[in-house]
């Protein structure tokens, strides 16, 4: 290794280390974090869309597993929306867009205190084809598509709630 990739190397090391750089999912800190995760009750939310943010949810928080107490509950209130993105000459729509908003809200069961409230908001797409089974494919998949980032959004912003929590 060259001296200056040696000097960048611990430059960058020391940056980290004054930033106080954490892994969020290493060491007992990130152990921590997962057991937290793994408490979590996902309540229902209304809608097929809504039940696949649910279960994408609910794999991501305890991949290994729900924790026999459950300590909290997260609520999920979702609203989307479909927009016209692609319009041809003669007003047939080729192309939409889905708007997702998930606002959520974590409560400790016990106490039933709110201790942390988000919202994330993601888009899709899909396209219109002569087909209309193969449309409503599309729109399904794209809304799939959402439902699984939105799940993997809420759940980096749990953990990092629990890791600066602990």
Do not use: W
Request: aromatic share 8%; charged share 20%; hydrophobic share 45%.
């Amino acid at each position: 290794m060259s001296l200056s990739k040696a000097l960048a190397l611990l430059l960058v090391v020391m940056l980290l280390a004054a930033c106080e750089f954490r892994p969020l999912y290493g060491g007992r800190e990130g152990a921590a974090t997962a057991a937290a995760l793994s408490q979590i009750h996902v309540a229902p939310i209304e809608e097929r869309v809504g039940q696949e943010l649910r279960n994408a949810l609910i794999d991501g928080l305890a991949p290994e597993g729900q924790a026999h107490e459950m300590r909290y509950r997260l609520s999920i209130d979702i609203d989307t929306q479909r927009r016209s993105l692609l319009i041809q000459f003669d007003d047939t729509i080729t192309r939409f867009n889905v708007f997702m908003t998930a606002s959520f809200v974590l409560t400790e069961v016990a106490t039933g205190v709110s201790i942390y409230s988000d919202s994330v908001r993601l888009k899709g797409s899909y396209n219109v084809v002569p087909s209309d089974f193969a449309t409503l494919a599309a729109e399904q998949d794209a809304e799939k598509r959402v439902a699984r980032e939105a799940s993997e959004e809420i759940r980096t912003l749990l953990a990092i709630f629990f890791a600066q929590a602990g």
